[in-house]
Structures are given as C-alpha cells and as structure tokens.
C-alpha cells in the first residue's frame, strides 16, 4: 500500500488516497475532481511532448510550409508564451500548465521552419530563436511585473481568436488545410478541451479558463475543416503555355466534335452534286 501511496502521489494527496483506497469511500466528490483533474493534467503534459512533432515532421520531409501562415504561429507562440510566464509566476501547479513549456518549443521550430522554406533564408530563423529566447526569459523573470503579465494574459483571448481565425481562413481560401497535421489539430482540440475542467479546479483563474474556452471554439472549427476537407487536394492551377512570336511550336487546339462536324458538313456539301449528277445523266438519255 505504501508503494501505491507512492506512485499515485503525483495524482492524489494524502487525504484523498486514504479516502478513496483505503475507506473505499468512491463517492467523495472534491477527492474524484481533484484526481481527475490531476490525471488529467499528467496526461495532458505527457501527450504535449509529442503533439506537434507530427507538424514539424510534415513540413520538414516535405520542405514546404504550404497553408501555414507565419503570423498565425507567432500569435499562436505570443499566447502560449503569455500563459507560460503568467502560470509561472503566479505560482499555479505544474500540472495545470506544464504542457505549455513543451508546446513552446515545439512552436517555436515550426515558426522558424516556416521562415526558413516560405523565405528561402538561414538567417531568420536563427534570428529569430535569439529573439524569442530574450523575450522568454524577460517574461518568465522578475523583469518583468506581474499586472503585465495579467494584462497579456487577458489579451490571449482576441489573439487565440485572430490567429485561429486567420488559419481558418486560409483553409477556407485554398479549399485545403494544406501541410496541417491531423494528429496536431485534434490532440490541441481534446487538450484544450480538458484544460478547461483542469483549470477550474487547480486554478480558479477566470481568465485562464475562459482562454482555454475560446481556444477550444477555435480548435473545433480548423477540426471540422480537417473533417470537411479531407479528401480536397486544394486548388489546381493550370497554366497554359502560349506559342512564342518566332512561331516555335505553334499548335492549333482542336477537338474530335469539332472534326466530326467539319466532315459531316463536307458530306453533305458533296451529297447535292453527287444527286445532280445523277440527274443530268438520267435527262440525258430520255433526251436520246
């Protein structure tokens, strides 16, 4: 049992476990909530860990960062980091924010994947890691005070809003959702989907649960599009090359109707001869 106590630390407190495996007691209400939002949150973290490597791994084998817009991942980055560095220095449970630290990062190498093949440079996206880890660390540290921090919190709400919407958008626009990863995209919908229920019982933040609302609404819609354009390959451009003035490889498009048509006509053009003929012979030997 005390090996039990052990493992389920991280899950239940003291009170809780005796409750719950010790009393049997499988209807205390706050001892369920409090182990289910910490199972939660545990699982929420471990699956961050991966939860856009399918993205990056997309746009890296296929050298294309086709239908992601930089603006809509540094907006994305801007409230993840808002929410890290308030989480943090608030001093709320690794568990109902961990995921975060890791979503960090792994945003951060698609902003610069997305620099590097939608520009075609080296030197943005090491840029660009240089900058965003001096912004982190002023954030995250005692430079930077805490009613700021509250204030970039609350503006995560319109920014989760513009920068989803921008992405939606731009599927709606190509009629694809482009180099997006499916796994992503759902695993971010369930994961902010239970953050709500996580941080209203660890946090109590009304401005935490309320963004991760929002951020669920937002992740629900490029879900659907998901869904809805699954089987769309977007739009196909056909360019047409035309014949260069020197008349090099001058063709002329025709079509088998078209040339159906011409002999038909050159038919029956040929038919009124052919019975004229035949009538001025027949004249000529009554005539005889």
Known sequence: ????????????????????????????????????????????????????????????????????????????????????????????????????????????????????????SNIL??????????VLYTLISDLTPIDILWSMQAANVPIIIISRMIQVWTNFGNKSTGQLSAVTVFMLFFGSTARIFTSIQETGDQIVIITFTVASICNAIIAFQMIYYWNSKGKVTIVSKKSSSKGKGKTTPTTSNNTKSIGNENKNQSLPAKQTGKKSEGQKQKKK
């Open 125 to 134: 996206p090491l840029s660009f890691f240089i900058g965003y880890g001096a």
């Open 1 to 120: 049992m005390d090996t039990l106590r052990v493992v389920l630390s991280p899950i239940l407190n003291d009170e809780c476990f005796v409750k719950l495996l010790v009393n049997n007691n499988f209807t205390d209400g706050p001892c369920l909530k409090y182990g289910l939002s910490k199972g939660l949150g545990i699982g929420i973290i471990l699956g961050s860990l991966l939860v856009k490597v399918p993205q990056i791994l997309k746009i890296y084998r296929g050298k294309s960062a086709a239908g992601i817009t930089i603006i809509g991942v540094l907006l994305e980055l801007f409230a993840m980091s808002s929410n890290l560095s308030y989480s943090y220095c608030k001093g709320f449970p690794f568990s109902a924010w961990g995921e975060v630290s890791f979503l960090v990062i792994q945003t951060s190498i698609i902003a610069a994947l997305v620099l590097k093949y939608s520009y075609g």
